[in-house]
């Protein structure tokens, strides 16, 4: 009579446990640096983006005010060129994964208006935070802070503050006169981009 093998049922279970996807970059120069920037009340403007495609989510496509918004806008900000700039850094503790953002450029002129401007902002990051729209210079536009999509509030939005922001007057005449803000939010993926076009975010200005 033969060996007896007991054969554990978890051999049969499929080994890979996610649907992976390639990434196909095209052969051509990248620009870098950020060319616009708006910053808007998340609970304003509703994002639409189609259903996920195999699992893949997609992109945003359109954006209008929210049902109950009658005066919301995107109030773009006019800050000194080439100095706006988005990075971000992938951490992991287990299988907990976290993106700390970060979106900075230069405010020229250290004034009243840059005061009121910081008031305004960091009560905005005490409550419900900020919604930030950019376009980098490659025309690729991302969306930070949003809260409702598909007319349906996100179930785990991020959260946008301004956080380590500096200003500096310069001590010579041609030293730069400048606040550089930082806006900050931790998230559990990067950002999603918006191919509505950067007309439909001026429209909403």
Known sequence: ??????????????????????????????SGGMIRCWIFDPLD?????????????????AVALVATATTGKMYR???TEKTGKWSYTQSRNGCSVKYEHQIEFALPDLNQEITTWNQVVDAAGCCCGLGVVIQL??????????KVVNAAAIEVPMKV????????SGTNLDDPN????????????????????????INLE
């Open 1 to 30: 009579m033969g060996a007896r093998f007991i054969v554990h049922p978890y051999n049969f279970i499929k080994m890979l446990c996610i649907t992976l996807k390639g990434l196909n970059q095209l052969c051509t120069g990248v």
């Open 45 to 61: 403007f509703d994002w639409t983006q189609a259903p996920a495609v195999a699992g893949v989510a997609q992109v945003y496509t």
């Open 77 to 79: 900000i006019n800050f």
């Open 137 to 146: 210079n490659t025309a690729r536009i991302f969306v930070a802070g949003e």
């Open 161 to 168: 503050v301004q956080d380590g922001s500096t200003g500096d």
């Open 178 to 201: 400048q606040q550089l803000t930082i806006l900050k939010g931790d998230y559990g993926r990067s950002l999603y981009e918006y191919t509505g076009g950067a007309q439909s975010i």
